[in-house]
């Protein structure tokens, strides 16, 4: 069954640094899109980052442009989100999961890996 595992998550000051990593199994990873989603306590998930099945192909939401990037490994079925200049309104918990289409929102799948943890602060 699909499995996404999620890791790489902390505690970090303002100004600091994470990266991400979702190790995929279960499905074909080559072929889908991948997408990075957070959640804070009280809304739903929120995608901040998508790559393409090949990885050329990437998009943010305006409030993680210029600070985080996203990027797949196939060979590894792993994908990971570097996270730069962090600030207190990016904690949260952070998921992956495959994408339906680039431009679509929608996960693919219905299961969720646990998520990281994400949590900045002085």
């Known amino acids: 069954q699909v499995q996404l595992v999620e890791s790489g998550g902390g505690l970090v000051q303002p100004g600091g640094s994470l990266r991400l990593s979702c190790a995929a199994s279960?499905?074909?990873?080559?072929?889908?899109?991948m997408g990075w989603y957070r959640q804070v306590p009280g809304k739903g998930r929120e995608l901040v980052a998508a790559i393409g099945t090949i990885g050329g192909n990437t998009k943010y939401t305006d409030s993680v442009k210029g600070r985080f990037t996203i990027s797949r490994d196939t060979a590894k079925r792993t994908v990971y989100l570097q996270m730069n200049s962090l600030a207190p309104e990016d904690t949260a918990v952070y998921y992956c999961n495959a994408l339906t289409t680039f431009n679509d929102y929608t996960p693919r799948f219905g299961s969720w890996g646990q998520g990281a943890q994400v949590t900045v602060s002085a």
């Open positions: 279960g499905f074909t990873f080559s072929v889908y899109a």
